[in-house]
């Protein structure tokens, strides 16, 4: 799970690093289909 936190949250900075959203407009998730978790940057952060 901390793997999968960690890929989100750099993905979360990637947008913003290569101009596909503005501020904090925008979110990226995953997802553990075996564990039926879901890692998503909340609104706003």
Same mark, same amino acid.
């Given at each position: 799970m901390e793997e999968? +936190?960690?890929k989100v949250f750099k993905a979360n900075l990637d =947008?913003? +690093?290569?101009? =596909?959203v503005l501020f904090t407009w925008g979110n990226v998730s995953g997802i553990d289909r075996e564990k039926g978790l879901v890692v998503i940057k909340p609104s706003g952060v």
């Open positions: 999968l +936190k960690e =947008l913003v +690093k290569n101009g =596909l």
